[in-house]
């Protein structure tokens, strides 16, 4: 480097990376992520389970692969864990959510669904992500089935030994 440069103050001054302008920094908040039919949409993940949701404003119907979603989870518990983002934003019945659910088991579909709404809702309205966040909705449950190893009966149990 030349001898001018010494600080990282000075090289930021070079490459004009430590100066934004207020034009720049308005660009730079998130902007809300809207089609055209005026719906949101994201992506969850939870094991092997995906899901792809669109979330619009409406009384708050909750569609499943083409059914009601007290039909497709039949679990009180199950229900509570898609209703969370919209109970931690405060957003109860004010959007109604079409998604398509593939893999994995109900339980794993319940929090592939919970991340996606989250996600769809931090894509609709960008200010509620700071409440996601905190709640750990935003965050991708990376736990996932063990593979099972060759010499062991599954992933980590060996075989009955006998001495004799």
């Known amino acids: 480097m030349s001898e001018a440069t010494k600080t990282l103050a000075d090289l930021k001054d070079i490459t004009g990376l430590g100066t934004a302008t207020p034009v720049e920094a308005e660009q730079t908040e998130a902007q809300p992520r809207i089609d055209a039919k005026g719906r949101a949409y994201a992506t969850g993940k939870r094991k092997d389970a995906i899901a792809r949701v669109w979330i619009k404003p409406g009384a708050g119907r909750i569609t499943v692969n083409g059914r009601d979603v007290a039909t497709y989870f039949a679990r009180p518990t199950l229900r509570m864990i898609i209703n969370q983002p919209f109970g931690a934003t405060d957003r109860t019945d004010q959007y109604d959510v079409t ?58 149990r060996s075989f009955q030994f006998s001495k004799r």
């Open 99 to 156: 998604c398509t659910v593939t893999g994995g088991g109900l339980s794993g579909q319940a929090g592939a669904l919970r991340h996606g709404i989250s996600r769809a809702l931090t894509f609709f309205e960008p200010g509620v992500r700071p409440v996601l966040k905190k709640g750990g909705f935003l965050t991708r449950d990376a736990r996932v089935v063990e593979r099972k190893k060759y010499g062991k009966r599954k992933a980590r």
